[in-house]
């Protein structure tokens, strides 16, 4: 069986960069040209960062620049460059109510943690079904812990 993987990012926000803690993280910058950029181009070119993400036909993407009353999680084919699933996905509290912009590493800070994540077993936690995830970045090397 194929290892699930998540990648926790932020895609949609229109400045370059982001400043977050101590941290600096990238965000995907769209040019304000009349050129139509899609959704799909964007996760399509976040998940390209990853190369170890290439050899998976799907990945889900979690995109945290949208606020958490939208859709955020989604399924990415990477064959056919197209969404074939997306869903309302939460976030830590201590985060942000809306849009989370506060992210961390550190255990204890009840804080989401941007990166690459291996899924985990389903359980039931006390906002539905829900899966563990095991952080693969340095940036969320302490999640699950």
Same mark, same amino acid.
């Given at each position: 069986m194929r290892k699930s993987l998540v990648l926790v990012t932020l895609i949609s926000c229109t400045p370059s960069d982001l400043a977050i803690g101590k941290h600096q993280y990238s965000v995907v910058s769209m040019p304000t040209a009349k050129v139509k950029v899609t959704l799909e181009d964007r996760i399509s070119l976040e998940i390209k960062k990853h190369k %170890?993400?290439?050899k998976h036909s799907t990945v889900s993407v979690i995109d945290? %620049?949208?606020p958490i009353e939208k859709k955020r999680f989604f399924v990415f084919d990477q064959i056919k460059n197209e969404i074939i699933y997306q869903s309302h996905v939460g976030h830590a509290g201590a985060? *942000?109510?809306q849009v989370p912009f506060d992210f961390s590493n550190v255990e204890g800070t009840k804080k989401t943690s941007l990166g690459l994540y291996k899924v985990g077993i389903t359980y039931k936690?006390?906002? *539905?079904v829900s899966k563990n995830v095991h952080g693969l970045s340095e940036s969320n090397s302490r999640a699950y812990k």
């Amino acid at each position: 069986m194929r290892k699930s993987l998540v990648l926790v990012t932020l895609i949609s926000c229109t400045p370059s960069d982001l400043a977050i803690g101590k941290h600096q993280y990238s965000v995907v910058s769209m040019p304000t040209a009349k050129v139509k950029v899609t959704l799909e181009d964007r996760i399509s070119l976040e998940i390209k960062k990853h190369k %170890s993400l290439s050899k998976h036909s799907t990945v889900s993407v979690i995109d945290y %620049s949208l606020p958490i009353e939208k859709k955020r999680f989604f399924v990415f084919d990477q064959i056919k460059n197209e969404i074939i699933y997306q869903s309302h996905v939460g976030h830590a509290g201590a985060s *942000g109510a809306q849009v989370p912009f506060d992210f961390s590493n550190v255990e204890g800070t009840k804080k989401t943690s941007l990166g690459l994540y291996k899924v985990g077993i389903t359980y039931k936690g006390s906002w *539905g079904v829900s899966k563990n995830v095991h952080g693969l970045s340095e940036s969320n090397s302490r999640a699950y812990k």
